[in-house]
């Protein structure tokens, strides 16, 4: 039977041939092609987690874990604290020993006054100076006596003073005598106690010889002078 219908041909007869053509020597091509981006693709979306282990969201617990090890640190270090220290008290200041009461080394009364404030005139010097002891009139022969307990620390006769003798009392102070005749066996290193003979007046003071017989008596606290005249007990 023959088809008299002009729709069922072709109407592009010359292009459906070429089309044809082109797919039967390059369809396999197109179809290699296809697979290649078919692969590539999922390889490109799958490669981030390829050999790496997928990591958990963190926990609340892991969250805290950093704090729970501070926690932990501190409870290790404060076992060596011992709960009871206590800072030790700071020792109590040791008292200075007290000024001893001193006795006059001679049995009478101050013919020349400490004085170190107001020029005093010096009949053997012809000149104003100060006094730094307390001068003592006396009789050949009397006995010179210490003042206080303590260690003799010098016997020496000087060019100004004649011979003398110095002790240091438990204060640290110290007593120097002058004009002393005769030093009674008194030596360095000597301990002797209040009211012993520590000499016999009637010696020479070169510097204050025109004041008569007396005996000088200073007492110093390191370089300075103190006035003994108030130290003096009855």
Not at 128 to 150: L, N, S
Request: hydrophobic share 35%; net charge neutral.
């Amino acid at each position: 039977m023959t088809n008299n219908n002009p729709g069922n041909k072709n109407k592009f007869p010359g292009k459906n041939s070429k089309v044809a053509e082109f797919f039967s020597k390059y369809g396999v091509l197109f179809a290699l092609g296809g697979c290649a981006l078919i692969i590539g693709g999922t390889w490109f979306f799958t490669r981030d987690k390829q050999g790496l282990p997928e990591q958990a969201a963190p926990t609340p617990a892991a969250l805290e874990a950093p704090q729970s090890q501070v926690d932990t640190d501190l409870s290790e270090h404060l076992k060596d604290v011992s709960p009871t220290a206590t800072i030790p008290a700071a020792p109590a200041p040791t008292a200075a020993p007290a000024a001893p009461k001193l006795r006059a080394p001679v049995e009478g009364k101050a013919q020349k006054a400490f004085s170190v404030d107001k020029m005093l005139y010096s009949e053997t010097l012809g000149q104003w100076q100060t006094h730094a002891g307390v001068d003592f009139a006396v009789t050949d022969g009397q006995k010179i006596t210490a003042p206080a307990d303590g260690a003799v620390v010098a016997v020496y006769s000087d060019q100004l003073w004649g011979n003398c003798v110095e002790i240091r009392h438990a204060d640290g102070k110290i007593s120097k005598l002058c004009g002393l005749k005769n030093l009674d066996g008194i030596t360095k290193g000597s301990q002797v106690k209040q009211g012993a003979a520590v000499g016999i007046a009637g010696g020479n003071i070169p510097c204050e010889q025109e004041d008569g017989l007396h005996v000088h008596y200073e007492l110093r606290d390191g370089e300075k002078p103190v006035n003994v005249q108030n130290l003096f007990t009855p």
